[in-house]
């Protein structure tokens, strides 16, 4: 089954290229097309699905004639909206950006997270992640909706070629009793468990630390298997929104951050000690 996630980048990805922004800015473009500067921007960034006319007047005008090229693009983007997300469904409980980093997540070869404040989803128990939907003071019937929706962005962990995936969690997230003994000893004893994957590990970074690049706020980063298809940084705001980020230069300094932190992070190894005393001090 074809990847909605991964076939809409491999064809912005393309745009992108096709429209070098020192050649060619957006506004351009818009003003070209009798578009808005906005809509070539959405188009851009995968925030609206493309029509196969509009991507026609885009190649058209980029001066793509090659009939081969316009065919294949043109296919892409049927493809891409035709394919299904596996969150298509939960589109009444999460913005459009969060449904698109959930997609983008499931189809990622690497994951790298940063996380201050609570279990990262990927690695939360259904008690747990329930208890934190609790606290938004939200219905009974939208909470169950948001637990499923964590069951099956866990999915990615147990599919056939399961990503990479590093976690870097501050301890005071080990401390912070969420639903309680019993629900939070459940969850440390649950991230033993997914650090005994393989592909999967977990690095703690001590208390004793003090100041570190991480406080500049939670992200995650994600690479994919595509040559041309770039890496994302996905950064949640306070009130839900969250940005995404594929230019070069963020890409890059996100990925210095990360590197920056595995150093000063404990080893992986040291993840049972961690846990061990988080859980006696319950």
Request: without cysteine; proline residues 5%.
């Amino acid at each position: 089954m074809d990847n909605a996630s991964a076939l809409r980048r491999q064809l912005l990805a393309e745009l992108r290229r096709l429209r070098p922004p020192e050649v060619l800015t957006q506004k351009q473009v818009a003003d070209a097309l009798d578009w808005s500067p906005s809509k070539v921007t959405r188009i851009e960034n995968g925030s609206v699905s493309l029509s196969v006319t509009d991507l026609r007047a885009l190649l058209a005008y980029y001066g793509v004639t090659d009939s081969g090229t316009v065919d294949g693009l043109v296919d892409l983007a049927r493809r891409s909206r035709r394919a299904r997300s596996p969150f298509a469904a939960f589109g009444d409980v999460f913005s459009p950006d969060a449904l698109r980093f959930f997609d983008y997540e499931h189809s990622a070869t690497w994951i790298g997270s940063i996380e201050l404040l609570v279990v990262p989803g990927l690695l939360q128990t259904e008690h747990y992640a329930r208890t934190l939907m609790g606290v938004h003071g939200v219905g009974a019937e939208r909470v169950e909706r948001f637990v499923s929706s964590r069951r099956v962005r866990q999915e990615v962990l147990d599919r056939p070629d399961p990503p990479t995936v590093s976690f870097i969690i501050d301890e005071s997230v080990l401390l912070r009793a969420i639903g309680g003994r019993a629900v939070m000893r459940a969850q440390l004893e649950h991230l033993l468990e997914a650090a005994a994957r393989p592909n999967l590990e977990i690095r703690i970074i001590p208390l004793a630390l003090g100041e570190h690049v991480g406080l500049r706020g939670p992200f995650v980063l994600l690479r994919f298997s595509g040559t041309n298809d770039p890496d994302v940084v996905y950064i949640e705001q306070r009130r839900g929104d969250a940005i995404f980020q594929d230019e070069m230069e963020v890409i890059v300094n996100h990925g210095h951050l990360f590197t920056e932190l595995e150093k000063r992070a404990a080893s992986p190894d040291d993840l049972s000690a961690y846990v061990g005393r988080a859980i006696d001090r319950l």
